[in-house]
């Protein structure tokens, strides 16, 4: 909501654009014809045109977003236009030319339209205005285009590329009451306005360097990854506790707080579509009017995240116990690493897991966005209206899911399901985390997102280099050694016996792995403060710290038990070509 607002806001100030002037007096010229035939056909098509072509942009920013590696530099090279539009106004004045040129056209027509057609010469001069307007957006349509880049191009990109369009228009309808005086008002915030928009172009152009030479990932790789994760998981809490907004076509993004009792269930929107999937697996396409009568759970996830595997027991022992009873869940599974785009490796994933209720391949994010979901793991309870009743972010809080599954299935059937609740089997890198000795954070390996490295060479991106490990290391810190070829995404080892080193504080360890490029596996072996594991190794490697990298996928390396203590972790790779991508814990 208060990005909507800020839209609108932006909408109204945009006035004082240098580029709008021009268009002013063709606006002033009907401030004396009615309303109704005159000034309002001529707000809706200012405020219609404008929406559609910075709804085309946002959308073309959107697509490129989802092309990963190529979108992101797609979205750099759009930004840095912007900055240097900012800062040069003939280069601004450029790129503005065909808006103006098909603006001037349909200025032409409206006036030979004459008073015979008033609504539809109106109506064309406002698009002529909005055709004018769009380049001179600004900063406001900037942000917009970055959320847009972000999450996708969602109703809430669109609701605030409209209040921003209606801002635009609502100003307009105001200097076209006070005419003269105002002009003379615009023009002075205009000249005044002019060095502050340089500077803030110049902002963006340095900040489009910083990211496409790596300057941000290299200073983020020596940030201790644990405050990091601890700032973040504050934020999503604080955000899922007071985020309360309702949607009548979307669940919302808002955490409701646990009631003491399960009755009432708020209705927080209706179930969103489910036909953006790329394929399914398990199941034939299912469309939402297909779950009418039955409560569904939909759950996102993404098959190499930790937080995601440990749900998944309780969403199997869900429903085991009440799908006769009405129950359907459905994974959503949405990707987070370039080898999670695989169907093949999704499905041989959900083999592996046990998985065998309906699963939607989600690789264009369109579920996700349909949703407006923006964490793994995520699940949504709807009931048999197809209403949105409960959703929750992250790990947890299974016991009231279980019974608003309970209640909602009561509701549907006129009577409580079967006495007895759902049976957990858990094992393995699915058993629930030790939260309380939980010290150190996810670890990102690519520079992208990479914290913490402590190797002294620094991170050489995309490029084959030498890394040491430096004799000491600080607690959630980490390093190379050997040759590894640090990427955006993942690491790759460039000789036999490279290594990672991490000094950690938790339970356990996982570490996401893939083989080489070719596919051929990589033998690996573990310690821990330089001696083999014992009973401390994990579910995918032996006592004596063995294993191997078979497929892509998350590899359980070290389970201890208690007490729980910081200790130095080394894995080195017998084999070359393993490519790395990250460490969590549990």
């Not at 280069?91 to 200025?107: D, E």
């Not at 152009?205 to 405050?227: E, K, M, R, T």
């Not at 396409?285 to 993404?302: E, H």
């Not at 599954?405 to 030790?434: K, S, V, Y």
């Amino acid at each position: 909501m208060l990005f909507v607002v800020i839209g609108f806001l932006g909408g109204v100030l945009t006035i004082a654009s240098p580029c709008i002037l021009p268009v002013v007096p063709f606006v002033f010229a009907r401030s004396d014809r009615p309303f109704f035939t005159s000034r309002l056909p001529l707000l809706i098509g200012l405020a219609c045109t404008f929406a559609l072509v910075t709804g085309i942009g946002i959308a073309g920013v959107s697509g490129a977003a989802q092309l990963d590696r190529y979108g992101r530099w797609v979205s750099l090279a759009l930004f840095a236009v912007f900055g240097a539009s900012l800062v040069f106004p003939k280069l601004a004045a450029r790129f503005s030319g065909p808006f103006i040129r098909v603006g001037n056209r349909l200025l032409a027509l409206s006036n030979a339209g004459g008073g015979r057609h008033q609504v539809l010469s109106a109506l064309v001069l406002g698009a002529a205005t909005g055709m004018l307007w769009a380049p001179c957006a600004g900063p406001i349509l900037g942000a917009i285009l970055a959320g847009a880049a972000l999450h996708g191009a969602s109703w809430r990109t669109a609701a605030a590329l409209c209040a921003y369009a209606a801002g635009a228009a609502t100003s307009l309808a105001v200097v076209s009451l006070v005419q003269g005086k105002v002009l003379k008002r615009m023009r002075h915030v205009a000249s005044v306005g002019e060095p502050v928009r340089r500077a803030m172009g110049v902002l963006v152009l340095a900040a489009v360097a910083a990211i496409a030479f790596g300057f941000d990932g290299v200073a983020l790789a020596h940030v201790p990854s644990a405050p990091t994760n601890g700032i973040e998981s504050r934020l999503v809490g604080w955000l899922a506790s007071n985020d309360t907004r309702r949607s009548g076509s979307a669940a919302p993004l808002a955490a409701r707080a646990e009631a003491p009792t399960p009755a009432p269930l708020p209705v927080e929107g209706r179930l969103p579509s489910l036909g953006g999937a790329d394929a399914w697996l398990n199941s034939p396409a299912i469309a939402s009017d297909d779950l009418r009568g039955k409560v569904v759970l939909v759950n996102f996830w993404t098959y190499s995240c930790i937080n995601c595997l440990r749900t998944l027991p309780y969403l199997k022992a869900w429903e085991n116990r009440y799908a006769r009873e009405g129950l359907v869940v459905i994974g959503v599974h949405t990707p987070e690493f370039g080898f999670e785009h695989e169907a093949s490796n999704v499905k041989r994933a959900a083999g592996d897991l046990g998985l065998h209720y309906p699963i939607a391949i989600d690789n264009g994010y369109r579920i996700w966005q349909a949703f407006g979901n923006q964490y793994w793991p995520a699940f949504y309870i709807a009931d048999a209206q197809g209403r949105v009743r409960y959703h929750h972010f992250g790990e947890g809080d299974y016991e009231t899911a279980e019974r608003l599954i309970r209640q909602l299935l009561a509701q549907a059937n006129g009577a409580e399901p079967a006495p007895g609740r759902a049976t957990l089997d858990a094992t393995g890198a699915l058993a629930a985390a030790d939260q309380a000795d939980i010290g150190s954070g996810e670890t990102y390996l690519g520079y992208r997102e990479g914290t913490g490295f402590a190797s002294p060479e620094g991170v050489k991106q995309d490029t084959l280099a030498a890394y040491s490990v430096p004799r000491e290391l600080a607690l959630d810190t980490w390093a190379f050694g050997g040759t590894w070829k640090i990427g955006a995404e993942a690491a790759v080892s460039g000789q036999a016996h490279a290594r990672i080193a991490y000094q950690f504080h938790a339970r356990d360890l996982h570490l996401v792995l893939a083989p080489s490029s070719n596919g051929k596996p990589v033998r690996f072996r573990i310690s821990i403060d330089g001696k083999p594991p014992g009973a401390a190794h994990g579910s995918n490697t032996t006592a004596d710290g063995d294993g191997t990298v078979t497929s892509a996928r998350l590899y359980q390396l070290v389970r201890q038990s208690a007490p729980v203590e910081t200790h130095t972790f080394t894995i080195e790779f017998i084999d070359p070509g393993v490519q790395a991508y990250t460490f969590t814990f549990g």
